[in-house]
């Protein structure tokens, strides 16, 4: 099982994002504080979980966090300010949600901007580590695969309901044959550098 904290007598509150590496749709963080000593044998990184046990796990974190946020920096915000920028400013937003100020940030990943002055601590593969990361990126990851699927109702030729927005084979295909949409991230790559080679 994760780990349930990462200090003894602080309030800490796990952190982390989804959507990063994706070509459309916002980032979506999340923040969560769970009780001290909380156990949940089946959380882990959402990565790691079918899209039902995400839903389902989703419903135990709201219900037994003491307290979470869930933010969202969308394709025009992260076009201003860059990808990373719009992932810290995701996760301080969540932070600024919660109705209680904690004490020690878990960070998943190797950085992150400091906020409010509020001490934190950037843990690699943290997900994969501390229930309240692990807690996090299912609650990120759940909201922003439904609103991709929300959104992508009207455009249904990108098949976000599947591909939630990331560079696969076919969302490029898409956006080759059907130009862009206004969810697109103008800033990305969002068809491949066709590179020819003359004699």
């Given amino acids: 099982m994760l780990l349930s904290s990462f200090t003894k007598d602080k309030i800490e509150a796990g952190c982390d994002e989804a959507g990063r590496g994706c070509l459309a749709g ?14 949940n044998q089946e959380l882990n990184d959402s990565k790691q979980l079918s899209r ?44 600024d949600q919660l109705k209680q100020q904690p004490e020690l940030l878990l960070i998943d990943g190797n950085r992150y901007k400091p906020h409010n002055d509020i001490p934190y601590e950037c843990i ?8 309240s990361i692990a807690a996090a990126s299912i609650l990120a ?9 929300k959104i992508g109702e009207q455009y249904s030729e990108y098949e976000w309901h599947k ?20 969810h697109h991230r103008m800033s990305f790559r969002l068809l ?4 020819e080679l003359f004699d």
Avoid at 81 to 93: E, G, P
Avoid at 141 to 149: L, N
Avoid at 174 to 181: H, L
């Fill in 124 to 131: 690699i593969k943290g997900d994969g580590k501390y229930l």
């Fill in 26 to 39: 916002p980032v979506v963080a999340a923040a969560v504080i769970l009780p001290p000593d909380y156990k």
């Fill in 52 to 95: 039902k046990k995400r839903d389902l796990l989703r419903k135990d974190i709201e219900k037994d966090a003491l307290h979470w946020a869930v933010s969202f920096v969308d394709n025009k915000e992260i076009d201003e300010v860059n990808i990373l920028n719009a992932s810290y400013l995701a996760m301080q937003r969540s932070v």
């Fill in 163 to 182: 591909n939630a927005g990331y560079p696969t084979i076919s969302h490029r295909e898409a956006i080759r044959i059907y130009g862009v949409t206004p």
């Fill in 192 to 195: 491949p550098v066709q590179i």
């Fill in 141 to 149: 990851k759940t909201y922003r695969d439904e609103f991709m699927v």
